[in-house]
C-alpha cells in the first residue's frame, strides 16, 4: 500500500503545469543574434499575415526616429518592406491589428529636438508597404506610449502622455477612448479608476481589459505594479494593489496559454533594467517563469506570440540591440 500511495503521489507531482514546465521546458532559444534591421528601442511589433513585424522605433534623443518596417516569417532572416512610411511619430507610438490591417497611431517625434511633437494621427495598412491616413487628427489628443488593445470589435486607447521629455505629471492621461473604424472615436471615460500614467500595458482576457504597470520618466520618476481590470472599458476595479513584480516602466506585455505575460522593464529604484518574465491568469496571482532568461536585461523591448512561441526582440540594455528569442512551453502546461 506504501508503494501504491507513493507512486500515486509520484504521478500528482509530475503532472502540475508548473513542475512539467521546470522539468521538461527548453529554456530561451536564440533565434537570431544581430536581425537584418539596425539596433533600437521603442519601436513597434505586430503579428500580421503569419509574419513577425517591426515599425519605426528609436535611435537615439538627438535625430528623428527612424520610419522603416521589417517583417520576418521566422524571427532569423528579416525582409526591409519599406524604409521610409509616410507616418513621422513612430518613437513609443501604439500599433495593433484590426480589422484585417496593421494600425499605427499616435507616438513621439525629433526626441529632444526643436520641432518634437507627439502625435494623434491613426494609419493603417494591409502590406506594410502603403500606409492609409484614416485620421489626420484623433479625437484623443496627441500623445504617447499610450496602451491600445482590441476589445469587443473595436479598438480602446488608454492612457499615455502628451510631452515625453518636456512635460510634467500634468502631461499623463488617464482617459478612455474607443472606435469601431479607426477614425471616429468616442470617449469612454474622461478618467478612469486608475491614476494617470504612461509606459504601460493592457491585454485582454477572460472578456475583460487588463491595464498594468507605468507611470511616469521625467522630471520626476513614478512607477506602478498594480494592475486593473474593466468588461466595459468606462468602470474599472483594482485587481491588485502591488504585484510581486518590481514596479516598472518600458516593459512588454502579452497574452499566451490563456495568461497575461510581462517581459522586461525599467526601474528608477532601484535604478536597473529587468530581465524576468512573470505570468498571471487573472491579473491578481502572478507567479515568475521558473526558468530565468538568458537574454540581457532590457527596457523598450518588442514582445510577440507566433507560431505557439513568445518571442522578443530588441530593446536598450545598454546599448540598443538586435537579437531575437523565442520561448515555447512544453504541451499542457
Known amino acids: 500500500m506504501k508503494k501504491i500511495a507513493l507512486n500515486i503521489a509520484f504521478l500528482l507531482l509530475i503532472s502540475s503545469p508548473v513542475l512539467l514546465a521546470q522539468q521538461e521546458d527548453p529554456g530561451w532559444v536564440l533565434e537570431q543574434m544581430h536581425a537584418g534591421w539596425q539596433p533600437r528601442d521603442s519601436q513597434g511589433e505586430l503579428v500580421f499575415k503569419n509574419k513577425l513585424w517591426i515599425l ?6 538627438n535625430e528623428a526616429p527612424p520610419r522603416d518596417v ?51 494621427q491613426v494609419w493603417s495598412s494591409k502590406d506594410g508597404a502603403q500606409w492609409k491616413l484614416e485620421a489626420h487628427r484623433a479625437a484623443w489628443s496627441a500623445r504617447a506610449a499610450a496602451a491600445l488593445v482590441v476589445f469587443k470589435g473595436k479598438l480602446w486607447l488608454m492612457g499615455g502622455t502628451e510631452n515625453y521629455y518636456f512635460g510634467d ?55 506602478k505594479n498594480d494592475v486593473w481590470s474593466s468588461d466595459d472599458g468606462i468602470h474599472w476595479t483594482k485587481v491588485c494593489e502591488v504585484a510581486p513584480w518590481h514596479e516598472r516602466i518600458w516593459f512588454s506585455s502579452v497574452v499566451y496559454r490563456n495568461r497575461i505575460w510581462i517581459l ?33 536585461e532590457r527596457h523598450e523591448l518588442s514582445a510577440f506570440v507566433f507560431k505557439d512561441k ?6 536598450m540594455t545598454p546599448p540598443l540591440i538586435n537579437d ?10
Open 56 to 61: 519605426g522605433g528609436w535611435f537615439n534623443s
Open 70 to 120: 521589417w517583417n520576418s516569417t521566422n524571427g532569423k532572416h528579416w525582409q526591409l518592406v519599406t524604409q521610409q512610411a509616410p507616418w513621422l511619430h513612430s518613437d513609443l507610438a501604439m500599433q495593433v491589428v484590426f480589422k484585417n490591417k496593421m494600425w499605427m497611431m499616435g507616438g513621439w517625434y525629433n526626441g529632444r529636438l526643436p520641432g518634437h511633437s507627439a502625435s494623434n
Open 169 to 223: 505629471h500634468t502631461s499623463l492621461k488617464n482617459d478612455v477612448w474607443y472606435s469601431s473604424d479607426g477614425r471616429n472615436w468616442k470617449q469612454a471615460t474622461e478618467a478612469a479608476e486608475w491614476s494617470p500614467r504612461a509606459y504601460h500595458q493592457a491585454a485582454v482576457l477572460n472578456g475583460k481589459i487588463y491595464l498594468f504597470g507605468g507611470g511616469n520618466y521625467v522630471p520626476e520618476y513614478v512607477a
Open 264 to 296: 522586461g522593464g525599467w526601474s528608477g529604484n532601484p535604478y536597473k533594467n529587468w530581465q524576468d518574465a512573470w505570468y498571471s491568469e487573472n491579473g491578481k496571482d502572478w507567479q515568475q517563469y521558473p526558468s530565468a532568461p538568458v537574454w540581457k
Open 310 to 315: 513568445i518571442w522578443i526582440a530588441g530593446g
Open 324 to 333: 531575437v528569442w523565442s520561448l515555447q512551453l512544453p504541451a499542457g502546461w
